[in-house]
Every structure is written in C-alpha cells, then in structure tokens.
Nanobody, 127 residues
C-alpha cells in the first residue's frame, strides 16, 4: 500500500524557515506529479507548489512565490518544501500528494488531481 509521510513541521516565528519532507513507501516519485498542499482551519485545501512529471519547471501559488521551493531527491525518494520568510498566514497543516497521471498548469492546484496523500504535518508561524 502506498504511503506518503510528511515531516519537518513545527512552530517558528515570522521570518523563520522550515523544511518539510515527504518520503514515499511502496511508491516512486519518478514521473509522477508531486505537490504540496496546505489547509488552515475553516479554509479549503490549497495548492502550494508542484513538480510536474517532466521536472522541467515548477508551479507555485502566488502567495508563496519567492519564499518556498519544492525539490526532489531521487536517491532518497523524498520531496522537500523549503519555506523561508514564513508569515503567520502560512500557518496550516501541510500535505504532500502524488498524482499517477501527471498534472499541468491548469490542474496542479486541484486536490482532485491527486490519488495519494500523506497525513500532514503542522506548521505554525507566530508574529
């Protein structure tokens, strides 16, 4: 059974940094669309960043561009989300997700595009 496990969440002050990790079991990230989503209490799950299958470009939500970076370590079968210059509005549960059939600019931020999800890791940013 496919498992995605996030780690690296925590509590930081505004302006700080965190690096989230997503490790996969019984699943390889190769040639899949991999994304990070987040969900704050009372809000819908939103796409934060994605790595489309070709790995030739990355996608980011406007709210995190220039601050967050998604990357992949093939040898470790792990995807990362480096988060810098964190803001209180970044507070949320963060999830990694994988799509078997790819994604594009029109679909990457839709949760319905992804078949596999991790359990999430909490990020709390205080002002």
């Amino acid at each position: 059974q496919v498992q995605l496990a996030e780690s690296g969440g925590g509590s930081v002050q505004a302006g700080g940094s965190l690096r989230l990790s997503c490790a996969a079991s019984r699943f390889t990230f190769s040639r899949k669309c991999i994304a990070w989503f987040r969900q704050a209490p009372g809000k819908e799950r939103e796409g934060v960043a994605a790595l489309p299958p070709g790995r030739t470009y990355t996608e980011y939500a406007e709210s995190v561009k220039g601050r967050f970076t998604i990357s992949q370590d093939n040898a470790k079968n792990t995807v990362y989300l480096q988060m810098n210059s964190l803001k209180p509005e970044d507070t949320a549960m963060y999830y990694c997700a994988a799509a078997l059939f790819g994604c594009d600019s029109g679909s990457w931020s839709s949760p319905a595009s992804y078949e596999f999800w991790g359990q999430g890791t909490q990020v709390t940013v205080s002002s």
